[in-house]
């Protein structure tokens, strides 16, 4: 007589953690709608690191390889480009605006293992978070952080797909 093992049904991931309620400090008073992309991109890329930086520690708590290795993958001009074009047909008008002034300027550099376009589109999402954070408007950011939390592991998935097709061409 042959027993067959049951097989155990793998658990969905976990949804991501709720974000951390992580303080910020009060924006000076500007114009927002007034400044150049690359000034909001200045301020949005601080924010946007606070809040990665929360939400990672409240993730993966006390393990230090783990929450570095996880805010290089989320400040990476790579994944900031993925989340903006997943965005962008969420954004409001104002809020596009904002991302195509920051996107369009000329920062005179771009970090050598990204492409120009999502160096562009890194900083359009920065400068993004800058005009929501210069407006106090944190209920909007936290909303879009969120959204850009759920689409990490989207991401690091086809990155591995295309890491696995490489190599399987490399081998033939």
């Known amino acids: 007589m042959c027993l067959k093992k049951k097989k155990t049904a793998t658990p969905p991931p976990a949804a991501p953690a709720p974000l951390p309620r992580t303080p910020l400090p009060a924006p000076p008073e500007a114009d927002p709608d007034g400044m150049n992309g690359l000034a909001l991109a200045y301020i949005g890329d601080a924010v946007y690191e606070l809040l ?27 994944f900031q480009a993925y989340a903006a074009e997943k965005l962008l047909p969420e954004l409001t008008e104002a809020e596009a605006a904002a991302f195509k002034r920051g996107r369009n300027a000329h920062p005179g550099h771009v970090p050598k293992n990204k492409t120009q376009a999502q160096y562009h589109a890194a900083t359009g999402l920065e400068a993004l978070f800058g005009r929501l954070y210069l407006l106090h408007d944190e209920a909007r950011m936290r909303g879009l952080f969120q959204k850009i939390v759920s689409f990490s592991e989207e991401f690091e998935h086809e990155k591995r797909s295309k890491t696995e097709k490489t190599e399987k061409r490399e081998k033939i």
């Open 52 to 78: 990665a930086r929360g939400y990672i520690v409240s993730r993966y708590g006390g393990n230090v390889q783990a929450m570095h290795e996880k805010t290089v993958a989320f400040s990476n001009a790579a």
